[in-house]
């Protein structure tokens, strides 16, 4: 089955600065791979997604990278704010299958 | 409000009591999903409906548990015979599948129902 692995478990970056949230997956066959913003005490929320026909993909201060060959996707935050503060989920799936989520990563912004 | 509902919004019971949850996707959404979130982790999934038919259930989903979308709409998940490592975050979502070969399939999630098995 496919399996998500989202590194790191925290991540802690000084206001204006950048973030870089990596997952690698396991199932080759993987063509879709949503990240999920989640404050405390609400729901996820889509943030960014990526098909496997693309790259890269931007919306503002978010970008998302995917590796197929390795692989691997990253998301990008460019000019952290504070209110980006919360937990990010990367997922993964196959066509016309469920979503696996990684275990998520408790982004820290420093002011 | 047009989005994912789930009631009831936080749940206490003892163990060995049976719970049932329910949640009512967008309404032009044919698929619906539950998952399990406990502290510190990512969503868990448990089961998926496309419309009224139950398509996966994970190995996570022993047999207490038990999910039902009678009509296509409102799901419920019911949880028998409660037990403390029952306790969690029980999140809906739901998406909507077209026929196309390439769709986005965006899966909106509602407010959860947290659950706690004293």
């Known amino acids: 089955g496919e399996n998500v692995e989202q590194h790191p478990s925290t991540l802690s970056v000084q206001e204006g600065d950048s973030a870089v949230i990596k997952c690698t997956y396991s199932?080759?066959?993987?063509?879709?791979f949503p990240w999920y913003k989640q404050e405390l005490g609400k729901r996820p929320q889509l943030i960014i997604d990526?098909?496997?026909?693309?790259g890269e993909k931007k919306d503002q201060r978010i970008a998302v990278t995917l590796n197929k060959t390795a692989k691997h996707f990253s998301l990008h935050i460019t000019e952290t704010q504070p209110e980006d503060s919360a937990v990010y989920f990367c997922?993964?799936?196959?066509?016309?299958?469920?979503?696996?989520f990684g275990k998520g990563t408790r982004l820290h912004i420093l002011p | 409000d047009t989005g994912v509902s789930q009631d009831p919004r936080h749940k206490i019971t003892k163990r060995g009591q049976n719970v049932t949850f329910r949640c009512d996707p967008i309404?032009?959404?044919?698929?619906l999903y539950w998952y399990r979130q406990t502290l510190g982790q990512g969503p868990e999934f448990l089961t998926y409906?496309?419309?009224?038919?139950?398509?996966?259930k994970s190995r996570l989903l022993s047999d207490r548990f038990s999910a039902e979308r009678p009509k296509g709409s409102f799901s419920t998940l019911e949880i028998q015979r409660t037990e403390q490592g029952d306790s969690a975050m029980y999140l809906c979502?739901?998406?909507?599948?077209?026929?196309?070969?390439?769709?986005?399939?965006?899966?909106?999630f509602g407010p959860g129902t947290r659950l706690l098995v004293l």
């Open positions: 199932d080759s066959a993987s063509n879709y």
């Open positions: 409906f496309q419309n009224e038919a139950q398509l996966e």
């Open positions: 979502a739901s998406s909507f599948r077209s026929g196309l070969a390439e769709y986005q399939e965006t899966q909106y």
């Open positions: 309404s032009e959404h044919n698929r």
């Open positions: 997922a993964a799936r196959k066509r016309d299958d469920k979503i696996i």
């Open positions: 990526i098909r496997s026909n693309v």
